[in-house]
Nanobody, 114 residues
């Protein structure tokens, strides 16, 4: 299993960013996917999750209405669209899949600052 995140960077408060996670090594369309984040000095937290077919999505209260998780099973990729970014969204964002165990990508850093 390999998960490779991309799309992180510096964004101004109120701005937008789209994170991508390219998956390989397993039958992507059969598994739920999720995004987590870890801010400096804090524990890793679940941000959003999506079912294998993309029909069911869930979000942390802190990002509900601002972030959107989606997936393209033809491209083996899951996305996290971040809108109305806030400084408290600053963190390393990780893509994750629960296959026979939980797998993680290497993370992509997002900094929200003016």
């Amino acid at each position: 299993v390999q998960l490779v995140e991309s799309g992180g960077g510096l964004v101004q408060p109120g701005g937008s960013l789209r994170l991508s996670c390219a998956a390989s090594g397993f039958t992507f369309s059969s598994y739920d996917m999720s995004w987590y984040r870890q801010a400096p000095g804090k524990e890793r937290e679940l941000v959003a999750a999506i079912s294998s077919a993309g029909s069911s999505k869930s979000y942390a209260d802190s990002v509900k209405g601002r972030f959107t998780i989606s997936r393209d099973n033809g491209k083996n990729t899951v996305y996290l669209q971040m809108n109305s970014a806030k400084p408290e969204d600053t963190a390393v964002y990780y893509c994750s899949a629960q296959v026979n165990r939980r797998y993680w990508g290497q993370g992509t850093r997002v900094t929200v600052s003016s």
